[in-house]
Nanobody, 120 residues
């Protein structure tokens, strides 16, 4: 099993920045990638970004490219999501996820979620 604990959400004005963190514990060696998935009210869950543990390959949804950056600290088993230039449409609950494959809107393990609210 893998446990994921997120932190760093909050309320920010449009154009502002937030940094999310996700600390993983347990059998992290069984996972191939970690990432972030978000869900806005009344909408389906959608992939945001993911990163592989070994090569550090990164993947982003189109709408966040150039604004969001995912990174990892293998020594701390922690993944970060730096979010700049936030827009009201980025408002959602952000879930940290880990997978034995590439994280998409599906994953093997999930965090509890952290709220990100962007005001206009």
């Amino acid at each position: 099993q893998v446990q994921l604990v997120e932190s760093g959400g909050g309320l920010v004005q449009a154009g502002g920045s937030l940094r999310l963190s996700c600390a993983a514990s347990g059998r992290t060696s069984s996972t191939y990638s970690m990432g972030w998935v978000r869900q806005a009210p009344g909408k389906e869950r959608e992939f945001v970004a993911c990163i592989t543990w070994s090569g550090g390959d990164t993947y982003y949804r189109e709408s966040v490219k150039g604004r969001f950056t995912i990174s990892r600290d293998n020594a701390k088993n922690t993944v970060y999501l730096q979010m700049n230039g936030l827009k009201p449409e980025d408002t959602a609950v952000y879930y940290c996820a880990a997978s034995t494959q590439l994280v998409s809107y599906k994953a093997d393990y999930w965090g509890q979620g952290t709220q990100v609210t962007v005001s206009s």
